[in-house]
């Protein structure tokens, strides 16, 4: 058994620009309840996402469309009770700011109430306003770039961007105009999905904000992956995630021995009576 680590600083999001400057790699992983944000705490990540990629890997979506505000207020508040260390980011669900700059900071203001400390949202350019409005009202604020799941039927499903020369949307040079963008809009750090690695690393240089990457190679200031993904509990592999372990099998194998033991008249023995 693994000893508990000592209780750790609290990140903040100063601490970001900090990370950046020292060329310290930044952790975030997603977690969408208090028991793995516990968990995922104790093993030291930076940055707890509680990502609107709960819509696929909890409620069986196909994409995250389909996510809801009033979820994204409930997941934050349940990973906020387990007072992790690391920063907690609330992801912007589709719909929940994309309206006005208006509506983006009443989402914002709905999500830090439940214990958010920085809000993520996607877009580059088109969201420029939007970022500064919120980061006006001292909401610090996470960009989101590339491959922006949101977009899904955009880009005709989850496509790698920037793979193309051009300044039309998922285009190469307008993945870097995107970039800076949200750099100048005021945002803390920016995630960049599903992008080539040159280009992740071309923007990661350009930019004084960090980059935390996903599918986007290994020259990023810092990693993003999905919780279900690095556990192995999903069935899926895809060629950016990696399966750190295989609790989906480990599951599937306990899970089976229970019911073994019940239909066996097995569970519960004596030990684990009342007398
Ligand atoms: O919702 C999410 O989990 C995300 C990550 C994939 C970056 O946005």
């Known amino acids: 058994m693994t000893n508990p680590p000592p209780e750790r600083k609290k990140i903040t999001v100063p601490d970001l620009a900090r990370m950046k400057a020292l060329e310290e790699r930044i952790s975030m992983i997603t977690a969408y309840d208090a028991t793995f944000a516990r968990l995922v705490d104790l093993a030291g990540v930076d940055m707890i996402l509680v990502g609107d990629s709960v819509g696929m890997v909890v409620q069986g979506e196909a994409n995250t469309i389909p996510v809801e505000l009033d979820e994204m ?70 960009g989101h770039i590339g491959l922006t799941p949101q977009s899904y039927h955009r880009m005709g499903g989850h496509k790698v961007q920037g793979k193309k020369s051009g300044f039309e949307a998922g285009g190469r040079e307008r993945l870097l105009e995107d970039a800076h963008a949200v750099e100048q809009a005021g945002a803390c750090a920016i995630v960049v999905e599903g992008v080539p690695r040159e280009l992740a690393k071309e923007i990661t240089r350009k930019l004084s904000i960090p980059t935390i990457g996903i599918g986007a190679g290994p020259d990023c200031d810092g990693q993003v992956l999905v919780l279900h993904d690095v556990l ?40 684990h009576s009342f007398h």
Not at 109 to 135: P, Y
């Open 73 to 142: 207020a409930y997941h934050v508040r349940l990973v906020a009770r387990s007072r992790p260390a690391a920063l907690i980011v609330g992801d912007l669900p589709f719909g929940s700011y994309q309206v006005s700059p208006q509506q983006a900071v009443e989402s914002s203001i709905r999500l830090m109430k439940e214990g958010a400390e920085c809000v993520k949202l996607e877009g580059g350019v088109v969201m420029a306003e939007t970022i500064q409005a919120i980061t006006r009202v001292d909401i610090p604020v996470v």
């Open 232 to 271: 192995g509990l999903s069935d899926m592999t895809l060629k950016f995630t990696k399966h750190y372990a295989d609790l989906r099998t480990r599951a599937i194998e306990a899970t089976e021995a229970y019911v073994r033991e019940v239909r066996d008249g097995l569970w519960p023995d004596d030990e």
